[in-house]
Each structure stands twice: as structure tokens, then as C-alpha cells.
């Protein structure tokens, strides 16, 4: 899918309104401003038909994605959804898991063994792939005000709204931000807790960072079950079409 490249003046917004501790980029991890956009156009090179059976079924060491994200992709629970997710964001994110720069030690595992190809490989399949929504609200979070933080954001907060850097329909803008839409709850309100203690840090500029300290426990619950209630993304488009 295609998105409107606005995203940039609107992530430079976001990062000026967030406190000055959450603007300074970690100079321990590697500039990560443009790293999706390079992973998808390395992506572009790869067949991903070629690692379906990897997906599907793994191979030697290495578990298969669906055993875990589930067949379609829909994701389970702590288990986030693939399906409909940019190929630039998810090869980031392998990569990150495999530098230990994310921290989680199953997929630290995964990564550790796959070869970049094979990453851009299964991050291109499930980007092209299309599955309907398997997430529904279940962490007690109140609709409305995850629906008022997801359409407006709360300034009295300095919280701005997720669809400004997250999209209209929260189905992601180019490749560096993901589609939240019909993501699991458990999932999206774990990051956001990630985010907030440090756990997880592989954010361009730092800008979730300030978003999740901002947040409060029950802001967190509030926006995770909102978005999982959205209509689930379409898959990506064919990068050679």
C-alpha cells in the first residue's frame, strides 16, 4: 500500500512537542532514520515465494513463523500480526532482534539464524499477505478515549495522535510506520510498556519513547483495545508492480 509521504513533517512535529530526553537519539544504535526504506528496497530484489516454506515450516534450527504468528499471520495474544505489516519495517525489526538491539529471546533466536536474504525474504511474504482481523478488545481499556487518543491525541499530555505518523486508517505510512490497525492488544499495550522502561528502543528519533512515558497504565490498555477493534491493513503492494 501506498502512503502519502506527509509523515515527515509530521514526525518532526511529534519529536519537537515531545520532551527535550526523549528527542536525543541513543548513540549506541546505528542511525536507523532511513532503515526501512533501505531494507525495502533491498526486498524489492527478493522473491518471496521462495521463503514461504520457511514461513510456513521452518527449517533445521530455525521455527517456523506461523507457529508462533499463526497461519494467516493474525497473530495470538503477546504474538504480534504480520499480516498487512510493511516489509521495510518487519526486515528492521528481524534485524534489530538479531543485533540485540530488541530484546526478546525467542525471536532473538529466530533472527540469529536467519541470512539477511532469508529476512527480506519472510518480511516481503508477510507484507503481501492479506488476513482478516483475529484481534478484538480484551484488556478492560475504554473504547472512547483509546478512540480520542488514536483520532486526536491529548496535548495536555503532549500526546499527539497516533494517525499522525500511524495513518488515517492506522495501516501504517510508507515503511517506517507500522500499521497499528487490528494489531493484538496484548501485544501493542506490552511495546508501549517496552517503550516506556526501556526494554525497547529501535524507535527513529526516539519518538515512542516520549509517547509512552506520557501514557498513562490505563491510556496504554485504552489505545491498544481501540486499535485492535480497527478493520485489519490490506496487504502491501507488490513491490514490482
Known amino acids: 500500500m501506498k502512503c502519502p ?8 512535529l511529534l519529536m519537537l512537542a515531545l ?4 528527542q536525543e537519539v541513543d548513540e ?8 526501512a526504506e533501505i531494507y525495502a528496497a533491498e526486498a524489492a530484489e527478493v522473491d518471496p515465494a521462495e521463503y514461504a516454506t520457511l514461513a510456513r515450516e521452518g527449517q533445521g534450527d530455525v521455527w517456523s513463523c506461523a507457529s508462533c504468528h499463526g497461519a494467516k499471520g493474525e497473530g495470538n495474544g503477546n504474538i504480534p500480526r504480520l499480516a498487512g505489516l510493511s516489509s521495510g519495517y518487519i526486515a528492521k525489526q528481524l ?3 538479531a543485533e540485540g538491539v530488541r530484546v526478546n529471546h525467542n525471536m532473538q533466536y529466530v533472527a540469529d539464524k536467519l541470512t539477511q536474504k532469508e529476512m527480506l525474504g519472510l518480511a516481503r511474504y508477510y507484507a503481501e499477505m492479506e488476513a482478516p482481523s483475529a484481534a478484538e478488545a480484551e484488556l478492560g481499556g475504554d473504547l472512547e478515549r483509546g478512540r480520542e487518543l488514536a483520532n486526536h491525541g491529548d496535548w495536555d499530555i503532549e500526546v499527539p495522535a497516533c494517525y499522525s505518523c500511524h495513518g488515517s486508517s492506522a495501516w501504517g505510512v510508507e515503511q517506517a510506520f507500522p500499521s497499528l490497525a487490528a494489531q493484538q492488544p496484548t501485544y501493542t499495550y506490552a511495546q508501549l510498556a517496552a517503550w516506556t522502561d526501556g526494554r525497547r528502543k529501535n524507535s527513529p528519533l526516539m519518538l515512542m519513547q516520549g509517547i509512552a512515558h506520557a501514557l498513562s497504565d490505563a491510556d496504554k490498555r485504552a489505545v491498544a483495545d481501540y486499535l485492535a477493534t480497527l ?4 496487504a502491501e ?5
Open 5 to 12: 509521504s506527509a509523515w515527515v513533517p509530521a514526525a518532526l
Open 19 to 22: 520532551p527535550v530526553g526523549a
Open 28 to 35: 549506541d544504535l546505528p542511525d536507523e532514520s532511513y532503515a
Open 95 to 97: 534485524n534489530a532482534y
Open 231 to 234: 478493520p485489519a491493513p490490506p
Open 237 to 241: 503492494d507488490s513491490i514490482n508492480e
